[in-house]
């Protein structure tokens, strides 16, 4: 599966409903977002946001929008300049390697445009230098700790099952700064056929 310059870094401390609603889009792709359903009580991805940043034969890549860790980023990189920004879950696979996305551009060498003003990694050491001298402001980019990743075919499946809803991917929800609300915020985006899902409880037995 093909990474973008990955990072390491050191260790630390259901029914009726869905039969009625229409999905906006069944086919994953680059730049797509993937909203879980309600139901999904999966612990990695409950009630997350992920944004598609590769698919293709080799399988798919994306990262967790919504799951900010109690980790600042240099608590998780050495040799990397003081950049007070949190660290973000992006999913369950290599969590020892740090990607990032960011509205910086074709200036970094090797991004990966993804979205209309919204690029994946990048020369490490050329954004080091960029934060060094002032040129990367804290709201332009964000950090993620792993990678939400499926093989050839399983994110396919798992879209027949109604374990995900997909839609077009946009900037702001790329870089909210209310994660707690991004899943019923982009619901709720949606229509008023998906708002209804943002306000089903998160645990039904106790309703």
């Known amino acids: 599966m093909f990474l973008r310059n990955p990072v390491r870094f050191r260790a630390t401390a259901e029914g009726k409903n869905r039969r009625m609603r229409k999905v906006i889009h069944t086919a994953p792709c680059v730049g797509r977002i993937l909203v879980s359903e309600p139901f999904l009580m999966d612990s990695y991805f409950k009630r997350t946001v992920i944004l598609l940043g590769e698919h293709g034969d080799q399988g798919t890549v994306g990262f967790i929008l919504n799951k900010p860790t ?26 020892d390697t740090i990607h990032f996305l960011h509205t910086i551009g074709r200036k970094l060498e090797g991004s990966k445009e993804i ?41 396919e499946d798992e879209l027949n099952g109604r374990t995900w809803l997909i839609f077009n991917g946009q900037k702001d929800f790329a870089f909210s700064n209310k994660p707690d609300d991004l899943w019923g915020d982009v619901l709720r985006s949606m229509g008023s056929q998906y708002a209804v899902l943002a306000n089903f409880p998160e645990n039904p037995s106790l309703n």
């Open 115 to 155: 979205l209309p003003g919204i690029f994946w990694g990048g020369s490490l050491e050329m954004l080091k230098l960029m934060i060094e001298t002032n040129q990367v402001s804290t709201d332009s980019i964000r950090f993620f700790a792993g990678y939400s990743g499926w093989e050839p075919q399983q994110l």
């Open 70 to 95: 109690e980790l600042a980023l240099n608590d998780a990189l050495e040799d990397f300049p003081p950049f007070d920004v949190p660290l973000y879950f992006g999913g369950p696979v290599q969590t």
